[in-house]
Nanobody
Protein backbone atom coordinates (compact mmCIF):
# COMPACT_ATOMS: atom_id res chain seq x y z
CA UNK A 1 0.00 0.00 0.00
CA UNK A 2 1.05 3.55 -0.71
CA UNK A 3 -0.31 6.63 1.01
CA UNK A 4 -0.08 10.06 -0.59
CA UNK A 5 -0.52 13.41 1.12
CA UNK A 6 -0.63 16.63 -0.90
CA UNK A 7 -0.01 20.15 0.32
CA UNK A 8 0.54 23.62 -1.08
CA UNK A 9 -2.72 24.53 -2.74
CA UNK A 10 -4.47 27.83 -2.26
CA UNK A 11 -5.59 31.06 -3.83
CA UNK A 12 -3.22 32.93 -6.12
CA UNK A 13 -3.58 35.82 -8.54
CA UNK A 14 -3.11 35.32 -12.28
CA UNK A 15 0.59 35.39 -13.11
CA UNK A 16 1.51 34.15 -9.66
CA UNK A 17 3.22 30.97 -8.51
CA UNK A 18 2.49 28.05 -6.24
CA UNK A 19 4.41 24.94 -5.30
CA UNK A 20 2.58 21.70 -4.59
CA UNK A 21 4.15 18.87 -2.63
CA UNK A 22 3.18 15.24 -2.33
CA UNK A 23 4.71 12.94 0.24
CA UNK A 24 4.47 9.21 -0.26
CA UNK A 25 4.69 6.63 2.50
CA UNK A 26 4.27 2.90 2.78
CA UNK A 27 5.56 0.67 -0.02
CA UNK A 28 7.41 3.46 -1.80
CA UNK A 29 10.00 1.05 -3.22
CA UNK A 30 7.33 -0.16 -5.67
CA UNK A 31 6.64 3.29 -7.14
CA UNK A 32 8.09 3.79 -10.63
CA UNK A 33 6.42 7.06 -11.53
CA UNK A 34 4.75 9.90 -9.64
CA UNK A 35 2.88 12.85 -10.95
CA UNK A 36 0.04 15.32 -10.82
CA UNK A 37 -3.39 15.30 -12.35
CA UNK A 38 -6.11 17.90 -12.07
CA UNK A 39 -9.86 17.92 -12.26
CA UNK A 40 -12.47 20.59 -12.72
CA UNK A 41 -16.01 19.86 -11.62
CA UNK A 42 -17.91 18.16 -14.42
CA UNK A 43 -14.80 17.30 -16.41
CA UNK A 44 -12.48 14.33 -16.59
CA UNK A 45 -9.31 14.21 -14.57
CA UNK A 46 -6.36 15.13 -16.78
CA UNK A 47 -2.63 14.65 -16.61
CA UNK A 48 -0.62 17.72 -15.67
CA UNK A 49 2.89 16.33 -15.29
CA UNK A 50 4.64 13.17 -14.15
CA UNK A 51 8.17 11.96 -13.57
CA UNK A 52 9.79 8.53 -13.42
CA UNK A 53 12.33 7.28 -10.91
CA UNK A 54 14.93 7.94 -13.63
CA UNK A 55 13.91 11.58 -13.77
CA UNK A 56 12.11 11.43 -17.10
CA UNK A 57 9.28 13.93 -17.07
CA UNK A 58 6.41 14.68 -19.37
CA UNK A 59 3.87 17.47 -19.34
CA UNK A 60 0.48 18.39 -20.68
CA UNK A 61 0.81 20.85 -23.55
CA UNK A 62 -1.19 23.41 -21.60
CA UNK A 63 1.44 23.67 -18.86
CA UNK A 64 4.71 23.24 -20.77
CA UNK A 65 7.11 26.06 -20.02
CA UNK A 66 5.14 27.13 -16.95
CA UNK A 67 5.09 24.08 -14.65
CA UNK A 68 7.99 21.95 -13.48
CA UNK A 69 7.68 18.53 -11.86
CA UNK A 70 10.53 17.25 -9.71
CA UNK A 71 11.22 14.43 -7.32
CA UNK A 72 13.41 14.06 -4.29
CA UNK A 73 16.38 11.74 -4.66
CA UNK A 74 14.92 9.43 -2.04
CA UNK A 75 11.93 9.19 -4.32
CA UNK A 76 9.19 9.64 -1.82
CA UNK A 77 8.25 13.25 -2.47
CA UNK A 78 7.18 14.86 -5.72
CA UNK A 79 6.77 18.58 -6.33
CA UNK A 80 4.95 20.68 -8.86
CA UNK A 81 6.25 24.20 -9.29
CA UNK A 82 3.57 26.23 -11.02
CA UNK A 83 4.50 29.61 -12.48
CA UNK A 84 2.62 32.11 -14.61
CA UNK A 85 -0.65 30.69 -13.35
CA UNK A 86 -3.80 31.32 -15.35
CA UNK A 87 -7.46 31.22 -14.28
CA UNK A 88 -7.86 28.07 -16.38
CA UNK A 89 -5.38 26.33 -14.08
CA UNK A 90 -8.01 26.44 -11.35
CA UNK A 91 -8.76 22.85 -10.32
CA UNK A 92 -8.30 20.23 -7.67
CA UNK A 93 -4.82 18.81 -8.10
CA UNK A 94 -4.27 15.15 -7.29
CA UNK A 95 -1.01 13.38 -6.64
CA UNK A 96 -0.60 10.03 -8.34
CA UNK A 97 1.83 7.17 -7.77
CA UNK A 98 2.13 4.29 -10.20
CA UNK A 99 3.21 0.82 -9.13
CA UNK A 100 3.18 -2.43 -11.12
CA UNK A 101 0.06 -3.52 -9.26
CA UNK A 102 -2.04 -0.37 -9.17
CA UNK A 103 -2.20 3.40 -9.14
CA UNK A 104 -2.58 5.33 -5.91
CA UNK A 105 -4.16 8.74 -5.45
CA UNK A 106 -4.04 11.48 -2.89
CA UNK A 107 -7.15 13.29 -1.68
CA UNK A 108 -6.38 16.38 -3.71
CA UNK A 109 -5.52 19.99 -3.05
CA UNK A 110 -7.48 22.93 -4.41
CA UNK A 111 -5.76 25.58 -6.52
CA UNK A 112 -7.72 28.73 -7.34
CA UNK A 113 -6.28 31.29 -9.72
CA UNK A 114 -8.29 34.46 -9.48
CA UNK A 115 -7.93 38.19 -9.01
Amino acid sequence: QVQLVESGGGLVQPGGSLRLSCAASGSIFSIYRMGWYRQVSGKQRELVARITTDGIANYADSVKGRFTVSREYAGNTVYLQMNSLKPEDTAVYYCNAETPRKDYWGKGTLVIVSS
